[in-house]
């Protein structure tokens, strides 16, 4: 079955390590995206990419960084400069490289930093 | 800025009553508007969406919503729901070539 694939699961890490998340999806699709979701603040969008070896800031981009190197992946690395990284992360991917288009979700990851 | 609101945070409702949720955008132009829904220990699915015609628009397992441009609203409901449709539902809205707003989030739950 077509879909998104994110690992790990659950994510642990010493405070001051940097991080990388895995994404990859079989859809086909053109556009990539990471969200956050802390309880009570819904989805925040850390950042997206429409095209291959392209990607643009979200609202929450600061701390965080991500490639596009291939269309099926777009893993995101949670730096040490991200002041409070313990999160549930998201990755959408969406048909088109208009941002408009319906997003299909992975599972998420759950980082904790300790 | 663009901003989505979700003022029902949390709502609790019996089997077979009506459900309405709230959503309202703040962008004033064109613009495109999603439900998603991500049931206990499932990923986010869409539920509906709204582009443009109809101003009434049904989803999945009997949900509609009704796009109101002078309310700024795209709120969603149900005649009857079912225990089935605890979960949290979660307004989106693209204003035109610009990037996607979530709102909060809703937690519905449904007592048998």
């Known amino acids: 079955d077509g879909g998104i694939t994110q690992s790990p699961k659950y994510l642990f890490r010493k405070e001051g390590q940097n991080v990388t998340l895995s994404c990859e999806q079989n859809?086909?699709?053109?556009?990539m995206y990471w969200y956050r979701q802390d309880p009570g603040q819904g989805l925040r969008l850390i950042y997206y990419s429409q095209i291959v070896n392209d990607f643009q800031k979200g609202d929450i981009a600061e701390g965080y960084s991500v490639s596009r190197e291939k269309k099926e992946s777009f893993p995101l690395t949670v730096t040490s400069a991200q002041k409070n990284p313990t999160a549930f992360y998201l990755c959408a991917s969406s048909r088109g490289q208009g941002i408009a288009q319906p997003q299909h979700f992975g599972d998420g990851t759950r980082l904790s930093i300790l | 800025a663009q901003s989505v609101s979700q003022h029902n945070h949390h709502v609790i409702l019996s089997e077979a009553a009506s459900l309405e949720l709230g959503c309202n955008y703040s962008?004033?132009?064109?613009?495109?508007l999603f439900w998603y829904v991500q049931y206990p220990g499932q990923h986010l699915q869409l539920l509906l969406k709204y582009f443009s015609g109809d101003p009434l628009v049904k989803g999945i397992k009997g949900f509609e919503a009704e796009f109101i441009k002078s309310k700024f609203s795209f709120n969603l409901r149900k005649p009857s729901v079912q225990w089935s449709d605890t979960a949290e539902y979660f307004c989106a809205v693209t204003p035109n070539g610009q990037k996607v707003t979530f709102g909060t989030g809703t937690k519905l739950q449904v007592i048998p």
């Open positions: 962008y004033g132009g064109t613009v495109n």
């Open positions: 859809l086909n699709h053109d556009a």
